[in-house]
């Protein structure tokens, strides 16, 4: 069963997760004729024009749909992944079968650095959430073309940061001892990487189920 198509919980200002989008937008108002490839990324708002040019030629395009695995927990990293459009979880695969989601990320962000950076398998399993258009970089090409880059290398520690920030969120919510106040808080986290300011508060529009949430 899901839950309606939308989420509204009123205004809490007291955290605040930063959002790919925020960067990107400054970025595409400076370089309207590369706005595609700056879409996909922070990381790629940072390369000089000629760079983002030799950039676009090793990427490859793949379509996802909804429900279907993109990366497997424990296969080996060759690629690093740009959402285009859409949303994917990363889940952890439980003993009995059910999934622990660990993170949602959506467009303009990424995934599958970690196995580049450290040269490990995947260390959880990535799956559409939607219909999703995903970039790949093949591990070569972004060691050759992005870990070269200072500026690059500075996006990717912000990013890291980030996701360590979120994961200790997300403790602290698992945390908390009655169910219903961990669905509150849980859907304040959500709304607070996903959600829509309106004036009634912010409004959610992913469609989780009960389990998912």
Same mark, same amino acid.
């Given at each position: 069963?899901?839950?309606?198509? #939308?989420?509204?919980?009123?205004?809490?200002?007291? %955290?605040?997760?930063?959002?790919?989008?925020?960067?990107?937008?400054?970025?595409?108002?400076?370089?309207?004729?590369?706005?595609? *490839?700056? %879409?996909?990324?922070?990381?790629?708002?940072?390369?000089?024009?000629?760079?983002?040019?030799?950039?676009?030629?090793?990427?490859?395009? =793949?379509?996802?749909?909804?429900?279907?695995?993109?990366?497997?927990?424990?296969?080996?990293? $060759?690629?690093?992944?740009?959402?285009? #459009?859409? $949303?994917?979880?990363?889940?952890?695969?439980?003993?009995?079968?059910?999934?622990?989601?660990?993170?949602?990320?959506?467009?303009?962000?990424?995934?599958?650095?970690?196995?580049? *950076?450290?040269?490990?398998?995947?260390?959880?399993?990535?799956?559409?959430?939607?219909?999703?258009?995903?970039? *790949?970089?093949?591990?070569?090409?972004?060691?050759?073309?992005?870990?070269?880059?200072?500026?690059?290398?500075?996006?990717?520690?912000?990013?890291?940061?980030?996701?360590?920030?979120?994961?200790?969120?997300? *403790?602290?919510?698992?945390?908390?001892?009655?169910?219903?106040?961990?669905?509150?808080? #849980?859907?304040?986290?959500?709304?607070? %990487?996903?959600?829509? =300011?309106? %004036?009634?508060?912010?409004?959610?529009?992913?469609?989780?189920?009960? =389990?998912?949430?």
């Amino acid at each position: 069963m899901e839950f309606g198509t #939308s989420y509204i919980y009123r205004k809490d200002t007291s %955290q605040k997760v930063s959002t790919a989008g925020e960067y990107i937008a400054s970025r595409k108002k400076k370089r309207p004729h590369l706005n595609k *490839l700056i %879409q996909f990324s922070p990381i790629f708002a940072c390369l000089s024009d000629d760079e983002l040019r030799e950039f676009k030629k090793v990427i490859i395009e =793949k379509h996802f749909r909804r429900n279907e695995t993109i990366l497997f927990e424990d296969d080996t990293s $060759k690629f690093m992944y740009f959402i285009r #459009s859409g $949303k994917v979880k990363v889940v952890k695969m439980l003993a009995e079968g059910k999934e622990h989601i660990l993170a949602i990320h959506g467009k303009g962000e990424s995934f599958g650095e970690m196995g580049i *950076l450290d040269g490990r398998t995947a260390p959880a399993t990535v799956i559409a959430l939607e219909d999703s258009n995903i970039s *790949l970089i093949k591990k070569d090409d972004f060691r050759c073309h992005l870990l070269k880059n200072e500026k690059v290398m500075q996006e990717i520690i912000l990013m890291l940061c980030s996701r360590l920030r979120e994961a200790w969120l997300r *403790l602290e919510v698992l945390n908390i001892n009655k169910a219903e106040f961990r669905i509150r808080e #849980s859907l304040k986290l959500i709304g607070l %990487q996903y959600g829509i =300011k309106e %004036q009634r508060g912010t409004m959610i529009t992913l469609k989780l189920t009960h =389990k998912e949430i």
